[in-house]
């Protein structure tokens, strides 16, 4: 596994970064990133954050000073997958509940690494953000799954959590799988503070 520590050189970190930089573009789209020294301390904070059980990162700035970059360079020195949403149109709260349920289906059952990538720009339904608040908060949306897809990931996870020398109720099974959630999805919400929608929605949330 790696080993969290403490940076005591930054031509050291930087070489690190550089080097991951450098295989992240080998098989990503290419990022044409400048790794001066915040860019560098704001990569170690997000690692920091979404190696922790329930971290979930708030990256604030103006489009285009590399919020989303920053963040994937994180994820894959974690070796995370960064999943997004494609908004369209027609994209709605049914699509969004969709690609969530794909999410914790690799997070929990797959025991992958996943960053939640959102963007304020893709949050066209307010809605989105009480889905989005529940799983910061607790891992647990309501009504996310239907019965009988619960029935399968409890089935899932039924030998993982006797395994762990838990009784594998259905109540153990359900919390297990929340708890691996907590482990393996982290958001990773990167908003601009131009206008009104950043204020408003830290009132609400």
């Given at each position: 596994d790696p080993i969290?520590?403490?940076?005591?050189n930054l031509v050291e970190m930087n070489s690190i970064l550089e080097d991951a930089l450098r295989e992240y573009n080998e098989s990503n789209?290419?990022?044409?990133?400048?790794?001066?020294e915040d860019a560098m301390?704001?990569?170690?904070?997000?690692?920091r954050i979404t190696r922790n059980e329930g971290?979930?990162?708030?990256?604030?700035?103006?489009g285009g000073s590399g919020k989303q970059s920053l963040a994937r360079l994180a994820a894959f020195t974690c070796n995370y997958s960064v999943m997004q949403i494609v908004i369209?149109?027609?994209?709605?709260?049914?699509?969004?509940?969709?690609d969530l349920k794909a999410m914790?289906?690799?997070?929990?059952l797959k025991e992958e690494g996943v960053l939640f990538l959102l963007t304020d720009s893709q949050i066209t339904n307010e809605r989105f953000l009480i889905f989005i608040n529940d799983l910061m908060a607790s891992g647990n949306i309501p009504d996310l799954f239907a019965p009988d897809e619960v029935d399968s990931i409890v089935n899932a996870v039924t030998n993982r959590v006797k395994a762990n020398g838990i009784v594998p109720d259905r109540k153990n099974?359900?919390?297990?799988?929340?708890?691996?959630?907590?482990?393996?999805?982290?958001v990773c919400l990167c908003f601009s503070p131009v206008g009104d929608d950043f204020r408003n929605r830290a009132?609400?949330?």
């Open positions: 969290y520590n403490q940076v005591t789209a290419t990022m044409d990133l400048v790794l001066f301390k704001h990569v170690a904070r997000i690692v971290g979930h990162a708030l990256l604030v700035g103006v369209s149109s027609t994209y709605s709260v049914n699509d969004l509940k969709e914790y289906n690799k997070a929990g099974c359900w919390d297990f799988f929340l708890g691996e959630i907590r482990k393996n999805l982290h009132k609400k949330f």
